[in-house]
């Protein structure tokens, strides 16, 4: 389980992530995907990675289904304040090779 500190700071750098990448975009101009979508988080944040690969989930799924378990991401998608496009049906997860462990 997160901390309190440890979800604000989580927080504070997923958005100071947000504003350097989407820095100028009106949040009602294009799709949904293009207003909301911030590919690669885990490329950009070291926080939201070490959350994905090393965090509470992960041991989750470790009791679930063992230990041969690789998380894996490429996108947060973000509902920000005064944003009116909707989400329209569609598939998040698929089937690909993992690379190797990320050293947690």
Not at 6 to 14: I, Y
Not at 25 to 34: A, F, P, Y
Not at 52 to 57: A, H, N
Not at 73 to 81: C, D, G, H, R, S
Request: charged share 20%; with cysteine; glycine share 6%.
């Amino acid at each position: 389980m997160l901390s309190r500190v440890a979800l604000e700071a989580l927080v504070d750098d997923l958005q100071s992530h947000w504003d350097e990448v989407k820095s100028g975009h009106n949040v009602n101009e294009g799709t949904w995907l293009q207003a909301g979508l911030l590919p690669n988080i885990h490329h950009l944040s070291e926080r939201c990675r070490d959350l994905y690969w090393c965090g509470p989930v992960v041991d989750v799924a470790r009791d679930l289904i063992g230990s041969n378990v690789k998380a894996v991401t490429a996108q947060l998608t973000f509902k920000m304040p005064g944003m009116i496009q909707s989400v329209d049906f569609h598939q998040d997860n698929g089937c690909t090779q993992l690379p190797t462990d990320p050293s947690c």
